[in-house]
């Protein structure tokens, strides 16, 4: 099994910034890929960020250029750099990884959720 711990949520002003971080753990044979994920108030889960194992990395259009993830190589972490954070963005930031335990089959897992408020 594999856990993925989230952590770096909070309350933060219009314009400023805060960094996620997510940190998966277990007998991981390879990661395919790991991202962030935000879900609304009566909405389903969209897609922020992802990147790849080979370093290939995806943004949500609503994000780029304000947003970076970065991975950690040696301890499966990857990171959510939010810049220039808007009152829109406020949601429970989930992190995902699909990753290779054994043989071939990915497995998916999510974390728990961490929640991101900006005020205005």
Not at 49 to 66: I, M
Request: glycine share 12%; with cysteine.
């Amino acid at each position: 099994q594999v856990q993925l711990v989230e952590s770096g949520g909070g309350l933060v002003q219009e314009g400023r910034s805060l960094r996620l971080s997510c940190a998966a753990s277990g007998s991981i044979s390879s990661l395919i890929v790991m991202g962030w994920y935000r879900q609304f108030p009566g909405k389903q889960r969209e897609l922020v960020a992802t990147f790849t194992g080979g370093g290939v990395t995806d943004y949500a259009d609503s994000v780029k250029g304000r947003f970076t993830i970065s991975r950690h190589n040696a301890k499966n972490t990857v990171h959510l750099q939010m810049n220039s954070l808007k009152p829109e963005d406020t949601a429970v930031y989930y992190c995902k990884g699909s990753f290779i335990l054994t043989g071939l089959e990915v497995s998916h897992y999510w974390g728990q959720g961490t929640q991101v408020t900006v005020s205005s």
